[in-house]
Structure formats: C-alpha cells, structure tokens
C-alpha cells in the first residue's frame, strides 16, 4: 500500500480512505508489515554520520500508533539510494552531523523517487547543513530552499505549532526554522534547522530531555506524518 511502484505514484488520500472505511483490525489482518506505514533512514556518503540516534523512528512510529488511527512499523530501516527498496517509502529521513555527498546517479535517483511521490524529511543535527544545503543546490538547481510560512499545515495539522518548528536542542542560539523544496508545485524535501526534533524522538537516556521536550517533538513528528498521509 505504501510502495512506489514504476509509473505508479503513491496514493496518501486513498490510504487514509482504506482507513476510514475498513478500521484498523481489517488492515491488520492480513499481512501488517505490507500495510503498516514506514520510514526509511537515508543513507548516504561523504562521511557523515547517517545513522546516528536509531531509536528515533520507531519511537515517533511508535507515538503516532498510539495518538492516531495510522497502523505503523515501528522499526528502525535504513535504505540505500540506490537500492530498490527506495520506491517502498513514501518517506525516507536524513540526519547527521557532517558531510553528504551524491554522485550524478543518486541525484538522478532522487529525482526519479521525488517523481513517483516520494518525500523527504531532513534534520540538521548539527554539522550538516552546509552540506545539505549544497547537495540539495545540486539536486534542485532551478530553485532555492524557501522557508515554509507558520500558516502552512506541517504546523497545525493535529498539534498547533504557531511559530513553526520547535526548538528541541539548542546550537548556535539561533531560531528555529523549517525549509522546503518543491516539485510540480508540492513539498518533496522538508528541512529543519536549528530545531534538532529527531534528539527529541530517541530514547530518554540518549540525550535526557525531559518529558515534556520529547512530548513536543513527538507531536512534530506525528504532524509530519499525517500531512503527508492526508495531503493532496
């Protein structure tokens, strides 16, 4: 239900109808791990530290399971660019704190993945960001990464987040800001910066946020995914 098949794109309104109309114990019932909604941790080259904080992913999936109705896996999954298992997310994430590089083939890939409907979420985890903001000139050389307004649904789609991203763990003391890359007019790269939600995403002992920190960036989280599964 999630895969992006070729000349096939993936169908968000169509799996929150199934949704709607069948309940989740029919979802369940037959093979959840086809079913469940999934995302893939982006790997990539250059150096940096693609995998740090693997708890972060199954514990958002795990949150968004129990404050929606969305069957989730709640699993780690790292995927390659180049691999064929790509076009099975219809979101893949990307953090770290060094450098990114693509060669003409990924950045090919990723054209073809954003393409079939394929979205990605990006946090700079301090030490990413001016590689990311290079790679993504290369990817999207007609356009600039633009910041997203308050206003746009990321930020209020089922937890009210008026000033934008959260600040989760703090860097350089500057704000907070979420950026966007767009395709044919729809969001297919989301990036944030300085804001560092996915810290607040892995276990309580990787970093010690209190409670009430982890519970805001969990709700971010949660907001990205649903904008995704509902957008038109």
Known sequence: MQRLFAGKTFRPLLFLSILIITGIPELFSGDANESAFRIGRLEYRGGGDWYVGPSAEPNLLDYVRRHTNIPVAPVYES????????????????????????????????????????????????????????????????QDLVELPFSHPIYNIKYAFPNGPPKIHEHDGKPPQGFGLFLDGR??????????????????????NPWHVREMALQFGTNIVLWLLTKS
């Open 187 to 208: 969001l297919v790269v989301y990036y944030t910066y300085e804001a560092d939600p996915h810290d607040g995403w892995v276990d309580e002992r990787v970093h010690g």
């Open 79 to 142: 995927v390659s660019i180049m691999s064929d298992r790509l076009f099975s997310y219809s979101m893949i994430f990307m953090t770290g704190h060094g450098n990114v590089s693509f060669n003409d083939q990924e950045r090919q890939r990723l054209r073809e993945y954003f393409r079939r409907g394929g979205f990605l979420y990006a946090d700079d985890c301090y030490g990413m960001d001016g590689a990311f903001r290079r790679e993504m000139a290369k990817l999207f050389p007609e």
